[in-house]
């Protein structure tokens, strides 16, 4: 068949042999005795693309316990979640309670952003650093405050010492 062919020399490729064909259309004049033929390309296969619905998500967390160090997860939470789907989630692999844990992305030795509960996870991005705190929230009274570590400067200048480490909550 022409038609095939000449489209094939135009459009070759593995996915044109499975899934392209070509529609013939005759048409016959009624009034005199012409005839029209046209072929058209046509594709079989549409498809959706799939979509995740979840991400994984790398965190630290830093327990309440000061005996037991910070533990790397790798967490799997909804890709539309929010900051207490992550909680949650890291919960249940860490055994402790979700509701009790604070997500942070720490940067440059600081909190960056402490995040709440309600937050998306979109607001995470694959090269932030993420610590997530478990707290004490037994009491409503309780005070979360940041602790960062400073270098003791020698000198006697007001010029700022250096961060180092990460902070806690």
Same mark, same amino acid.
Request: aromatic content about 10%; glycine content about 4%; charged content about 25%.
């Given at each position: 068949? %022409?038609?095939? /062919?000449?489209?094939?020399? &135009?459009?070759?490729?593995?996915? +044109? /042999?499975?899934?392209?064909? @070509? +529609?013939?259309?005759? $048409?016959?004049?009624?009034?005199?005795?012409?005839?029209? $033929? *046209?072929?058209?390309?046509?594709?079989?296969?549409? @498809?959706?693309?799939?979509?995740?619905?979840?991400?994984?998500? %790398?965190?630290? @967390?830093?327990?309440? =316990?000061?005996?037991?160090?910070?533990?790397?997860?790798?967490?799997?939470?909804?890709?539309?979640?929010?900051?207490? =789907?992550?909680?949650?989630?890291?919960?249940?692999?860490?055994?402790?309670?979700?509701?009790?844990? $604070?997500? *942070?992305?720490?940067?440059?030795? &600081?909190?960056?952003?402490?995040?709440?509960?309600?937050?998306? +996870?979109?607001?995470?991005? =694959? &090269?932030?650093?993420?610590?997530?705190?478990?707290? =004490?929230?037994?009491?409503?009274?309780?005070? *979360?405050?940041?602790?960062? @570590? &400073?270098?003791?400067?020698?000198?006697?200048?007001?010029?700022?010492?250096?961060?180092?480490?990460?902070?806690?909550?």
């Amino acid at each position: 068949m %022409e038609a095939w /062919d000449n489209y094939k020399k &135009r459009n070759d490729s593995v996915i +044109l /042999d499975i899934f392209h064909g @070509l +529609l013939k259309s005759t $048409v016959v004049c009624p009034e005199c005795p012409k005839v029209s $033929v *046209t072929f058209d390309p046509t594709c079989y296969l549409s @498809l959706p693309l799939p979509v995740k619905k979840e991400r994984q998500v %790398e965190v630290f @967390l830093v327990y309440l =316990d000061p005996l037991k160090p910070p533990t790397q997860f790798k967490v799997t939470a909804p890709k539309n979640g929010s900051m207490g =789907d992550l909680c949650i989630a890291l919960g249940k692999l860490a055994n402790v309670p979700g509701d009790s844990l $604070v997500v *942070t992305d720490v940067y440059n030795h &600081r909190f960056h952003k402490i995040y709440t509960n309600d937050d998306q +996870l979109s607001h995470i991005l =694959d &090269r932030d650093d993420i610590f997530v705190y478990e707290t =004490d929230n037994t009491d409503p009274n309780n005070v *979360t405050v940041p602790v960062y @570590l &400073r270098e003791k400067k020698n000198c006697s200048s007001y010029a700022p010492s250096n961060l180092f480490g990460q902070p806690l909550l």
